[in-house]
């Protein structure tokens, strides 16, 4: 089941806070793991990593202010794919932190970095690729932000971290395998 009153009060929490400083600021969500978020082995679910990954992204949209920016713009943000990497386990009970920032504009996406620290380490990280989209696919960057009046830059920036470099190839293979090709509107 989706955690709605964990994304509620991580909601509130970010809406209460001033806009965040920069583009590239992040948001931390303080969190703990419920048995509804771990499996048999009594540790954070891989599934349910990205269910929270979720809620990161809405407190980063809600303290960049993008929220009333979508309303009535027939824009949305969907997630187009997802690579992480595990690294320790949160158990059952455990306390952790969700960093969750911009980390890239790029033609048709924003990159969003994601880390889970535990006892002050990384348990996980991911990268995340975000588009803008309305009912004929994919717009392009440039154009979403000048719809929805963002103060984001004109130009690529930056070059794909290191961690996520191989995320094109990956993408672009599993697209030719589905024999799928979105519309590109710019």
Known sequence: MYPICRMIRVALYQWRKPKLATLTEECVASMR???????????????????????????????????????????????????????????????????????GIYERFLLIEQRFTYRGKTAAQAYVKIAFVNQSGIVLTEVASNQLGLNLPDTVWPPLPAAAAGMETIDAAILTKLGSSSEIQG
């Open 33 to 103: 793991a419920y048995p509804s978020d771990c499996d048999l082995n009594r540790h954070i679910n891989n599934g349910r990593y990205l269910t929270l990954m979720d809620i990161g992204r809405g407190q980063l949209f809600i303290g960049q202010r993008m929220v009333r920016s979508f309303m009535g713009s027939g824009l949305n943000v969907v997630a187009t794919s997802a690579h992480i990497l595990f690294r320790r386990s949160i158990p059952l009970w455990g306390r952790f932190e969700l960093h969750t920032r911009i980390a």
